[in-house]
């Protein structure tokens, strides 16, 4: 498919936000008899699905202990239930499995999700904690846990075939997508701040709107629109913080144990909740039993049959590069730099035999291949959704992305005109107004 000189819409990223966001535009449109105006292309510099959301573990959970990440994350996992097959979507649901020094966060994470509707099981005290666990998984050993969040919807999607359901759903509906199209830059309007054209390495596209959903690439295309590298943040002590970088990286840590996904299987046959373990408990190695942390850990699994094994993560760790020096490409396990580091391995593979005595001894089969990405965070840690220069929406995840397909249909009504109750807390503003979400006692920044 040829360049066009011309879009209405130029969406920028193949991943879950950029075809999401085509697909829920071009319905949208054409269900308020607008049709004609659903001109839109999707550009990618690569492949669809060449970024993050091609290598995301597909976790898709409710388990957040901000009042607002759970309302978004409730109407994603509505998306994703809309059409499993399209989205090679597993509803298996989801546990945050917790230690004390987390059960006061995870209660509140319970109520509130009792309060919107959205079903779980709350199961308070080691013994109890254990029992149920055991009722799950006959081999369950895991330490330190007091409480388990069951949630009954959740689960995870095959990221590729998840994409692949959606650029199908986009093409349908009349978006374009250009693949090994490079965006290079922007050209603005005349005594006007707001986009005119896209430029890019085959040409140039005139335009009206441009949404930019480019994960990890985020912190390129905002030094492309001329936006301030820092931010000041009103604090909760109600002071002003100026200053603040705008954007830093973490190295996510993920890998694939080399056994069949069925040796997860609970007690009576079926396929697991996706699960995730904190605990302060020591952990030591299942390969040498030296003490790898007695700090507070967490790591997340799940059998998939994508990988054909036991895929999952732990904490990710601060990418300590200046943030305009780190290289994001190549990306992912192409990278000679940011892949899962050796330690992630023994810690994984142990944390797996801590849990489960069917993992002991299991780490001889960790598939020794490079894995993870990086991610590109906000100052807080949560997503920025936000319209700068006038017609540019900016989708920036902040590393949550894989899991929230919903942002891209309220992103849409946005763009049609219907404000979206559940972005607003989301906006850049937030940080000048003091407005920020509450921080959990959780090892991942993400939580």
Same mark, same amino acid.
């Given at each position: 498919m040829s360049l066009p000189s011309k879009a209405r819409y130029v969406i920028i990223g193949g991943g879950i936000h950029g075809l999401s966001t085509a697909y829920h535009l071009?319905?949208?449109l054409k269900a308020k008899g607008r049709g004609s105006e659903a001109d839109i292309i999707v550009l990618d510099k690569g492949t669809v699905g060449s970024g993050a959301s091609g290598i995301a573990c597909g976790v898709v959970r409710n388990n957040y202990f901000q009042p607002a990440m759970r309302e978004l994350m409730a109407h994603s996992v509505r998306v994703w239930e809309s059409d499993t097959e399209a989205y090679s979507y597993h509803p298996v649901g989801y546990m945050q499995i917790s230690p004390e020094v987390m059960h006061d966060d995870v209660a509140t994470i319970?109520?509130?999700q009792k309060a919107i509707g959205y079903g779980s099981t709350f199961i308070e005290g080691e013994a109890d904690c254990a029992k149920y666990m055991k009722g799950l998984f006959h081999d369950w050993q895991a330490k330190g846990i007091t409480s388990v969040l069951h949630e009954k919807p959740g689960g995870y999607a $095959? $990221? +590729?075939?998840s994409l692949k359901g959606l650029s199908a759903k986009a093409t349908s509906a009349g978006a374009? #997508?250009?693949? $090994? !199209?490079a965006v290079t830059g922007f050209e603005y309007g005349h005594n006007s701040r707001a986009i005119a054209a896209v430029l890019t390495d085959q040409g140039r596209i005139e335009c009206d709107y441009v949404v #930019?959903?480019?994960g990890p690439w985020v912190r390129d295309f905002w030094t492309m629109l001329d936006l301030p590298r820092t931010v000041s943040i009103k604090g909760r002590d109600g002071k002003i913080h100026a200053d603040i970088p705008m954007w830093r990286f973490w190295q996510l840590e993920e890998g694939v144990l080399g056994v069949d996904p069925g040796f997860l299987a609970t007690n009576d046959g079926k396929m697991p909740p996706v699960i995730h373990v904190d605990t302060d408990a020591p952990l030591y190695s299942d390969k040498t039993g030296q003490l790898i942390t007695s700090d507070l850990w967490g790591i997340y699994y799940k059998p998939d049959f994508h990988f054909n094994g036991i895929q999952g993560g732990a904490m990710p760790y601060k990418v300590e590069t200046p943030v305009d020096k780190v290289a994001i490409d190549p990306y992912g396990p192409q990278s000679p730099e940011f892949v899962s580091s050796p330690e992630f391995? =023994? +810690?994984?593979t142990s944390a797996l035999a801590f849990c489960h005595k069917r993992f002991e001894g299991a780490h001889v089969k960790y598939h020794e291949e490079k894995s993870g990405g990086i991610g590109c965070f906000t100052p807080d840690s949560f997503p920025v959704f =936000? !319209?700068?220069r006038d017609n540019c929406y900016v989708i920036a995840d902040s590393n949550h992305g894989y899991k929230m397909i919903g942002v891209g249909e309220l992103v849409a009504a946005e763009i049609a005109g219907e404000r979206s109750g559940l972005l607003e807390p989301f906006r850049l503003s937030r940080y000048a107004e003091g407005k920020l979400h509450p921080v959990s006692k959780s090892p991942f920044p993400w939580s």
């Open positions: 071009a319905t949208k319970y109520e509130q $095959n $990221n +590729m075939a374009r #997508i250009l693949e $090994n !199209v #930019i959903g480019a391995a =023994d +810690m994984w =936000d !319209v700068f």
